[in-house]
């Protein structure tokens, strides 16, 4: 309900581009990396990520492939952010990981001032891998909890339950302090006073981060068949829009402040790297699935971590899809990225970087969004309301 509505990206990422054109963007040099590690023990019945399960004999392949791929950007280059995602890249045992740090730290350094992000499943946390992560240099975790309702989370197809969280949380935290949570609502039985309990399980922990996702079916997951099989049936539309209502109330009355729709934050612990794609900023990315945005290319690999492997293995480009955008699509791409954004448009900042008036290019679905009450203005920004925010993949789309 609250993602980007992957038709409406593919359809802008695909639009009619031009080449040779003069950007008005100046090139920049990237300055983040995504690394995408993508085992896990388990997909779990709602996962559409690019991952394998039960496939650990592809590992060394996978690492080798890694190196292969890092080697092509030479040496010495400073990141501010780096972010290993999956999949679940602590399933890797730490000398698996230690492995694909070298090959990452042979090609980049980090900077003073960076943030390293790694995705966790709470139960792969060790007490060895959390020193290890410790001393590697990550100094945020991205935890994927889900819930603290243990017939959610057994719903989830999770491998914990809500008393581990906490006591995973709490060591965590004695030596990575950033740590951030994922949790699921609209789940199939879930009630508004079981969403309001692992709110609350979240707040007393005093996470700094919590990403809130309402549950998606996605076409070809194991869910999907359920579904279309009548084995469960998703709440009531009003329902997760009340649920959804309420974290914005609930975690911001605690400090944790709506920075964008899917995401709260205290006050300087916003992801840094997740920042950089919805300001449309540079980065690069390795790994099945991976995407990157390069001198004004985005590209992103094959999905298949087959197909990725055997062509890095054959010497052929890992890349699936690669394209150019025009200036007006880069605009646009960035008024769907922004919109994502509390803060939403900076109307003039807007105009300087991309060479458009904001109002010239939407001037129709800024008016309707507006009358809706989807939509609002200030001195100096347009963004979404909070009911817009309930209703952002629709009120982008016009935006195309």
Known sequence: ????????????????????????????????????????????????????????????????????????????????????????????????????????????????????????????????????????????????????????????????????IFDIVQALQSQIENVSLDLIFAVPGQTLECWKTSLAAAVQLNIPHISTYGLTIEKGTPFWSQQKAGAFILPEEDLAGVMYEWSLEYLESNALQHYEISNFARTGYECRHNEVYWTGHPY????????????????????????WLKRINAGESPIADQEELSPENRAREAIIFSLRRRAGINVAEFATRYGFDLYDLSQAAIQKHLAAGFLEETATHVRLTPAGCLLADSVVVDFL
């Open 1 to 164: 309900m609250h993602r980007l509505a992957k038709s409406s990206l593919n359809k802008l990422l695909h639009a009619d581009t031009a080449s040779g054109f003069m950007h008005v963007l100046q090139q920049e040099t990237p300055s983040s990396a995504y690394i995408h590690i993508p085992f896990c023990l388990h997909r779990c019945g709602y996962c559409d990520f690019t991952l394998v399960a039960q496939k650990d004999h592809l590992i060394d392949a996978y690492l080798e492939a890694m190196e292969q791929q890092l080697s092509e950007v030479g040496e010495g280059i400073e990141l501010k952010t780096l972010f290993l995602g999956g999949g679940t890249p602590t399933h890797l045992s730490i000398n698996q990981l230690q492995r694909l740090l070298d090959a990452v730290f042979s090609h980049f350094r980090l900077a003073d001032d960076y943030e390293f992000s790694i995705e966790a499943n709470p139960l792969n946390l060790t007490d060895e891998k959390k020193d290890f992560l410790k001393q590697t240099g990550v100094n945020r975790v991205s935890l994927g909890v889900q819930s603290f309702d243990a017939e959610v989370l057994t719903f989830l197809e999770r491998d914990h339950e809500p008393q581990q």
């Open 284 to 307: 690069f990315g390795f790994g099945p699935g991976a995407a990157s945005y390069l001198n004004g290319i985005r590209r992103q690999n094959h999905r298949s971590v087959v197909t």
